[in-house]
């Protein structure tokens, strides 16, 4: 078992648009629509951005969108704004019912 | 408001055992497969285990297979994390959440420390 990688970190200037990749494998990202993604700051609980590959919850920026692509899912922020200066995580459900996090990304706003 | 409120944590030598809860309110607990997540000092997210609505299916980890076990008490709204055998390695803040189709809901965490 092992964590989907992510890049370590990923940097903008505000109004970018960045995006961050969490690739899997086959038994996970590849044959799931249980891929969600999260926003950590310091210190904080982990927030869900997105859920079921591209799916917002409610109160979520429709600036936070989503893909897949085979065994790799993705995480666009556009429009970049401070606020969105955080730790980001991928996780997928697997074949065996069990689930896997990303290694996390920094993004940072320039 | 929806929310998930973890205890139990603290300092706990090596080889030792630690009891974890987890508070769940205004929701309907006993509907959801729920899960605990942690996180060491640093470092990135680790799924642990999940427990399916009434507690007849349950998944683990491979790092915590046969030391750590999750069970629920839906009559008391609350979830559970036995830890046993204890490591250093397992020093992190313990979240529980509720799924699927996601981790929606998240406590504040709880700090494990095993140390000496």
């Known amino acids: 078992q092992s964590a989907l990688t992510q890049p370590a970190s990923v940097s903008g200037s505000p109004g970018q648009s960045i995006t961050i990749s969490c690739t899997g494998t086959?038994?996970?990202?590849?044959?799931?629509?249980?891929v969600s993604w999260y926003q950590q700051h310091p210190g904080k609980a982990p927030k869900l951005m997105l859920y079921?590959?591209?799916h917002r919850p409610s109160g979520v920026s429709n600036r936070f969108s989503g893909s897949k692509s085979g065994n790799t899912a993705s995480l666009t922020v556009s429009g970049l704004q401070a606020e969105d200066e955080a730790d980001y995580y991928c996780s997928s459900y697997t074949t065996t019912n069990t689930y896997f996090f990303g290694t996390g990304t920094k993004v940072t706003v320039l | 408001e929806m929310q998930l409120v973890e205890s139990g944590g603290g300092l706990v030598q090596p080889g030792g055992s630690l009891r974890l809860s987890c508070a769940a309110s205004?929701?309907?607990?006993?509907?959801?497969?729920m899960n605990w997540v942690r996180q060491a000092p640093g470092k990135g997210l680790e799924w642990l285990a999940n427990i399916n609505q009434d507690g007849s299916e349950k998944y683990y980890v491979d790092s915590v297979k046969g030391r750590f076990t999750i069970s629920r008490d839906n009559a008391k709204n609350s979830l559970y994390l036995q830890m046993n055998s204890l490591r250093a390695e397992d020093t992190a803040v313990y979240y529980c959440?509720?799924?699927?189709?996601?981790?929606?809901?998240w406590g504040q965490g709880s700090m494990v420390t095993v140390s000496s």
């Open positions: 959440a509720r799924s699927p189709p996601a981790f929606d809901i």
């Open positions: 079921q590959v591209s």
């Open positions: 086959s038994s996970d990202v590849g044959s799931s629509n249980y």
């Open positions: 205004e929701f309907t607990f006993r509907s959801y497969w």
